[in-house]
């Protein structure tokens, strides 16, 4: 079965840590992952990656992932509070029915203090 | 540039009352994902659809459950003789082009649906 799994699933730092959120997955056919936010509402877009080594970056976020050994980590430098969220990590299997749904880790509870 | 919209936000029904969920994906999006977020923990996808047709619903409970994207207006999730357990956050998400473009799918605000 497809399955997707995020270390830690909570993590309470102060501002201008850095953290590492890690992803692990085993999927048939892996076509590409993804790392979402989710405050209160709506999960926003952070990152899709699809090839190995290749880091991925957005101000102080950056994601790399490694097909290899099936994970990707995301990471965040000088956090601030408004970093304090749900990371959520999401795989895209590519079967033949190729449907594109999206198979979900429980996501990391980042609190940032001040 | 309105993202995806979701209502309502939230929704309260008693034990064996129809819920209706309605998603209008982004502009110029017609492909449409349903995913279910029970307490503690992660999204599980429910269904795919795009316009008029279902692609893939093997998420989705075979009884009480169905969904639809008709030609105009938004998705439509609907469960009939909901239970206590039926109560989550229900998301919507949609992309422009299929899964084999490889673009991100963006998420509505979800429906936080409860049950009496």
């Known amino acids: 079965e497809d399955k997707v799994v995020q270390s830690p699933l909570s993590l309470v730092v102060h501002e201008g840590d850095t953290v590492t959120l890690n992803c692990s997955y085993e999927?048939?056919?892996?076509?590409?992952l993804l790392w979402y936010k989710q405050e209160k509402k709506a999960p926003t877009f952070l990152f899709m990656l699809?090839?190995?080594?290749i880091e991925k970056k957005s101000g102080r976020l950056s994601s790399i992932l490694d097909k290899k050994e099936l994970f990707s980590i995301l990471n965040i430098t000088a956090t601030q509070t408004g970093d304090s969220a749900i990371y959520l990590c999401?795989?895209?299997?590519?079967?033949?029915?190729?449907?594109?749904?999206?198979?979900f880790g429980q996501g990391t509870t980042l609190q940032v203090k001040p | 540039n309105a993202g995806v919209m979701q209502n309502p936000r939230h929704l309260v029904r008693r034990r064996g009352q129809e819920a209706r969920l309605r998603c209008s994906p982004m502009?110029?999006?017609?492909?449409v994902y349903w995913y279910r977020q029970l307490p503690e923990e992660g999204l599980k996808f429910m269904v795919y659809?795009?316009?008029?047709?279902?692609?893939?619903e093997s998420g989705m409970p075979k009884e009480r459950f169905s969904a639809e994207f008709p030609k105009e207006g938004p998705s439509i999730l609907r469960i009939q003789q909901v239970v206590r357990g039926d109560s989550a956050a229900y998301f919507c998400?949609?992309?422009?082009?299929?899964?084999?473009?490889?673009?991100?799918?963006?998420f509505g605000d979800g429906t936080r649906l409860s049950i009496l």
């Open positions: 999927v048939t056919n892996f076509r590409s």
């Open positions: 659809l795009q316009k008029e047709n279902i692609i893939d």
């Open positions: 502009k110029g999006h017609s492909h």
């Open positions: 998400a949609s992309s422009p082009q299929g899964p084999g473009s490889n673009q991100p799918q963006h």
């Open positions: 999401a795989v895209s299997p590519h079967g033949s029915s190729n449907t594109g749904k999206l198979i």
């Open positions: 699809t090839s190995s080594g």
